[in-house]
């Protein structure tokens, strides 16, 4: 390769262009008052909501004041609750997932097979007693809310008040690629939520006897989509670690050469 550089430059360059996501419309989000929820929940009900202490601060916001978030939507519902407020599973299911995971500080993940739903519950506390993968009934304790210093609170996210991050999703984990906007356990989405089959948790519970699982179909970066860009990056790196060091192997040969 006579010109590398500029080559790599354009590679990268479409790299990116092809990450671009611009945000679609999204149907209008009708917040569900607790007092809905009330009595809608019954003991012979297949889940269990709310799983503690209720309070929705707003899902699907646009953006938050650290910018971090800017144009991308929750995709999720987050329930204000002190550190160390039980938290239980919506409904039966296996736990597919139970392990500290970078924002969220602990996340558990149950798949609901009999819904073709997965539910998932964030910034759970690493210190405190939790359960680890496997069967889990309608209403088992699963973990404990966590504090400021545990939950997933960073320099990135900010210092976060103790609270869970709930989200329910059509399909099963594995479903959903593992890194990327679509990722399984992201709580913010360019992409509309309810298109890539993220339901509002408030809604899902008042209507999940009624809403259709049926023509839905696991988001395009699952499959073999999802090893597509860390494969290009990969390649990437080693074509611009290689150049670096034929560059420096030259100069190192030059400057021998005029000795
Ligand atoms: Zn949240």
């Not at 210093?149 to 991050?165: A, Q, R, V």
Request: charged share 20%.
């Amino acid at each position: 390769m006579k010109r590398p550089l500029p080559i790599l430059l354009f590679i990268s360059f479409l790299l990116l262009a092809g990450c671009r996501q611009e945000l679609a419309d999204c149907p209008p989000v009708v917040s569900v008052p607790r007092s809905s929820l009330n009595g809608r929940i019954s003991t012979d009900s297949p889940i269990q909501f709310p799983l503690d202490e209720y309070a929705v601060l707003g899902p699907f916001e646009a953006s938050s004041s650290s910018g971090v978030f800017e144009n991308k939507r929750h995709a999720a519902e987050d329930l204000e609750a002190s550190p160390g407020t039980a938290v239980y599973a919506i409904a039966d299911g296996e736990i597919s997932f139970s392990g500290k995971a970078g924002g969220y500080g602990w996340l558990i993940i149950i798949d609901h097979p009999q819904t073709n739903t997965y539910s998932l519950y964030g910034h759970l506390s690493p210190s405190r007693w939790h359960r680890g993968t496997g069967p889990v009934a309608k209403g088992d304790l699963i973990a404990y809310i966590g504090d400021s210093d545990e939950n997933g609170s960073s320099i990135k996210y900010g210092e976060m008040t103790p609270h869970l991050h709930f989200g329910i999703r059509q399909g099963q984990r594995t479903d959903y690629p593992k890194n990327g906007d679509w990722r399984w356990m992201a709580g913010w989405t360019t992409a509309c939520p309810s298109e890539i089959g993220w339901l509002q948790p408030s809604q899902f519970i008042l209507n999940y006897e009624t809403m259709s699982q049926q023509n839905w179909q696991a988001p395009a970066g699952a499959g073999w989509r999802r090893y597509l860009f860390p494969g290009l990056l990969a390649v990437w790196f080693t074509a611009v670690a290689a150049n670096g060091y034929r560059l420096y192997r030259n100069k190192k040969r030059n400057l021998q050469g005029e000795k």
